[in-house]
């Protein structure tokens, strides 16, 4: 993984490419989030915010986060972006080949952004006690399971965290959720490739994967639908962030 030099135009983006923009939540001030999100968002994304009874600022954060990238692609003001929903629930911009995913864990986000290509980005920060085998048995397809018992322990919840990302990014660029089934959504990684399958009814060679251990604690994941070969350059988003509103 490497970040893109800042004399690049950050919003320029190819079909080509896939931009994934990281924010890191824990370095940033509380009062500038709560003024920013009060200029740039709607009363809606305002009112579900105070529904939170953990990670309010958090998610206001990454609303902030939404608006100021796309409206930087779209050239538009970020508090006049209007999003719409797919029947499912993913959001979505009319009138435009800027598509996105947004996902959070904690207190990191990831937002992924392509040109006109269907995308699915999921990040997970590793939680603590966590029974990777007995979630496995129930979500996971049989071939999942079995391969995680024949690992050592202290690899298991690492490669646990690499199956669920990438189930996770899947059914988000599906647009459809968990309600797929994470069992129907399978994955091999033991001959260091990711080999995909499916009992949807998909066509898997469009179907591209990436994933990145982001740090100790932290993994993230990748789907594109697109059978061509694909860029992907990280950006920093923590300055659109400490920008005034």
């Known amino acids: 993984m490497a970040n893109i030099s800042d004399s690049v135009n950050p919003f320029n983006i190819k079909r080509h490419e896939i931009h994934l923009w990281r924010l890191d939540m824990r370095q940033l001030d509380q009062e500038s989030i709560e003024n920013t999100a009060g200029a740039l968002c709607t009363a809606a994304e305002l009112a579900r915010a105070q529904r939170f009874v953990r990670g309010r600022l958090e998610h206001l954060a990454t609303r902030i986060l939404l608006r100021r990238v796309l409206a930087n692609y779209l050239g538009q003001s970020p508090s006049a972006l209007e999003f719409a929903q797919h029947p499912k629930g993913k959001p979505y911009l009319a009138d435009t080949n800027i598509l996105f995913n947004l996902s959070h864990s904690a207190q990191e986000a990831l937002l992924g952004v392509s040109h006109g290509l269907n995308i699915g980005v999921d990040i997970e920060q590793n939680k603590s006690r966590l029974n990777a085998l007995e979630l496995a048995t129930h979500f996971f397809a049989d071939h999942e399971t079995h391969w995680l018992q024949r690992l050592e322990p202290e690899d298991q919840e690492r490669q646990f965290y690499r199956l669920w990302t ?3 990014a899947m059914l988000k660029a599906l647009g459809t959720g968990i309600a797929s089934g994470l069992d129907n959504i399978s994955f091999q990684l033991d001959q260091g490739a990711i080999i995909f399958s499916t009992t949807l009814p998909l066509d898997t060679s469009n179907w591209q994967f990436f994933q990145w251990q982001l740090d100790s604690g932290t993994q993230a994941a990748l ?12 950006r920093n988003a923590q300055g659109l962030l400490e920008e005034s509103a």
């Open 166 to 168: 990438l189930k996770e």
């Open 223 to 234: 789907a594109v639908e697109s059978p061509a070969p694909l860029q992907i350059l990280w």
